[in-house]
């Protein structure tokens, strides 16, 4: 299940802007990400997430998906930088 949460996690990035938001408060790191999947029942290790995001990579049609799937792993970078 923990995959599917992080292609939920991935999907709900990509689509609600206030989800999104809210992530780029998220301080702390690993730690910090955690605890913000935790509260909103959604998470995963980091295996989890590399699992869920090549699948969804291989399902990419055209180069527009791949960028907007690769905003969605640049912010986690950008998120998990330690503060």
């Known amino acids: ?3 599917g949460n992080a292609i939920k996690f991935i999907k ?3 689509t609600d ?3 999104r938001k809210s ?3 998220v301080k702390g790191g690993w730690e910090g990400l955690n605890n ?3 509260q ?3 998470f995963y290790s980091p295996d989890e997430f590399e699992e869920a995001f090549n699948h969804l990579h291989t399902q990419c049609q055209f180069e ?3 960028d907007r799937l690769y905003n969605v792993l640049n912010l986690l970078k ?3 930088q330690e503060q």
């Open 12 to 14: 709900t990035v990509d």
């Open 1 to 3: 299940m923990s995959i």
């Open 23 to 25: 992530l780029y408060r």
């Open 36 to 38: 913000f999947l935790h």
């Open 17 to 19: 802007d206030s989800f």
């Open 64 to 66: 527009e998906q791949a």
């Open 78 to 80: 950008l998120v998990l």
């Open 40 to 42: 909103r029942d959604l």
